[in-house]
């Protein structure tokens, strides 16, 4: 079995890898650019960028919409080779961001925290492939349904997000801990056969897992099982090219497993993050200290939440920790050091070809 390059939409990508979009602030134009050098696809993520400033809902779109426009055009600048842009639905500027990335020209847009359902309409240009994210067989179906029937358009891969993927997850508590049955293998299994079901000879889709995947082993076993690549997230806050704080990767180096837990997220779905003093006290209820100004997601109500994520998750990123957490996939604890995207790279292909017995990738 080979693990080779792979087709998005005709858009030829040396390596099934893409390096998961990660906000606030996590993967931005440095990153990206690192992963797209070596040949796997880097994105950015375009969630919050805006934030952190005085001013109106107004400003904060404006330099949302600015600031993406920037890291784009800082990630082109970085590399020749493509790579993609991460704009979750929930979203309240979700159509502005959509915008920015096809007037930009991106390779890819990847979009989930719900159901991507209009993305195709807003984007006109084909140049631009379109991959929904998805956490059932079910959410596949929809999207494939309503995407050729309303817009005449298919996605041109989809991403299955298991149970084990870090930041906010599509599943319940209760799915989250019926770990049989909502397993990444077995959910990876049920979407293969959805999407099969829409492609046609020319119209090939494939499907990305995601979700946990830590080494060869992993990539080996859900290539074995039709994924046409896998997205990992993780294991790429820890190279040198990340851009968040040493705070940031020294709480994922010193996490234990039992620190890794799931909260409830303002954004309206569970999310997995590294407990720290500030989680313990936001599980606990206590309120914080904060104001909303722009309303960044449309499934937040500041008046219910006890905290802002956007804020949260900002502070982590420039490193107080005090004042924020980090988001993970469950498999963070195994990270012990830093490395740079070039060695995470090299050492997953060729461990991914020694499980699969595969001698077509020389690195
Ligand atoms: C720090 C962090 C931030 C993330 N932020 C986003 C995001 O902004 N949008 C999104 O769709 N997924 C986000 N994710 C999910 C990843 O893109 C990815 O699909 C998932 O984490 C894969 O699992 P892994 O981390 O175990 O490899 C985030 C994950 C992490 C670890």
Redesign the pocket.
């Known amino acids: 079995m080979e693990f080779k390059d792979f087709q998005i939409g005709g858009l030829h990508i040396a390596l099934p890898i893409i390096q998961?979009?990660?906000?606030?602030r996590?993967s931005t134009s440095s990153l990206a650019s690192a992963v797209s050098n070596e040949g796997a696809l880097g994105v950015i993520?375009a969630?919050a960028l805006g934030e952190g400033q005085d001013g109106t809902e107004q400003d904060y779109r404006e330099r949302s919409s600015e600031s993406l426009k920037e890291s784009i055009r800082e990630t082109r600048a970085l590399t020749k080779n493509p790579f993609g842009v991460?704009i979750?639905c929930a979203l309240t500027n979700y159509d502005d961001l959509v915008g920015v990335a096809q007037d930009e020209s991106v390779d890819v847009i990847?979009s989930?925290?719900g159901l991507p359902l209009k993305l195709p309409s807003l984007v006109k240009n084909i140049k631009t492939k379109l991959i929904p994210?998805v956490s059932s067989a079910r959410a596949a179906n929809i999207i494939c349904s309503m995407w050729q029937r309303k817009h005449k358009r298919l996605p041109d891969a989809v991403?299955v997000?298991g149970p084990?993927?870090?930041?906010?997850l599509g599943y319940s508590r209760e799915e989250l801990a019926d770990k049989e049955n909502f397993s990444l293998d077995n959910i990876l299994q049920k979407v293969i056969a959805v999407v099969r079901g829409f492609e046609t000879n020319v119209k090939k889709i494939p499907v990305i897992a995601?979700?946990?995947?830590?080494d060869g082993k992993d990539i080996a076993r859900v290539i074995r099982l039709g994924a046409g690549a896998v997205?990992?997230?993780?294991?790429f806050?820890c190279t040198d090219e990340c851009d968040v704080a040493p705070e940031y990767k020294q709480a994922y180096l010193t996490a234990e497993k039992e620190d890794i837990v799931i909260i409830q997220s303002p954004v309206g779905l569970p999310g997995r993050v590294i407990r720290n003093e500030f989680v313990k006290k936001i599980t606990q209820g206590e309120r914080m200290d904060f104001g909303c100004k722009y309303r960044c997601l449309a499934t937040c109500d500041p008046k219910k939440v006890n905290y802002c994520i956007a804020k949260a998750l900002i502070s982590a990123s420039r490193g107080l920790m005090d004042k924020g957490f980090?988001?993970?996939?469950?498999?963070a604890y195994r990270i012990k050091s830093i490395v740079s995207v070039k060695q995470l790279i090299t050492e997953l292909v060729n461990d991914t070809r020694e499980k699969l017995g595969d001698a077509s990738m020389v690195f």
């Open positions: 998961g979009g990660m906000g606030v996590v993520a969630v991460n979750m990847i989930g925290a994210i991403i997000e084990l993927a870090g930041g906010h995601a979700g946990g995947i830590f997205q990992m997230a993780t294991r806050v980090a988001m993970c996939g469950s498999n």
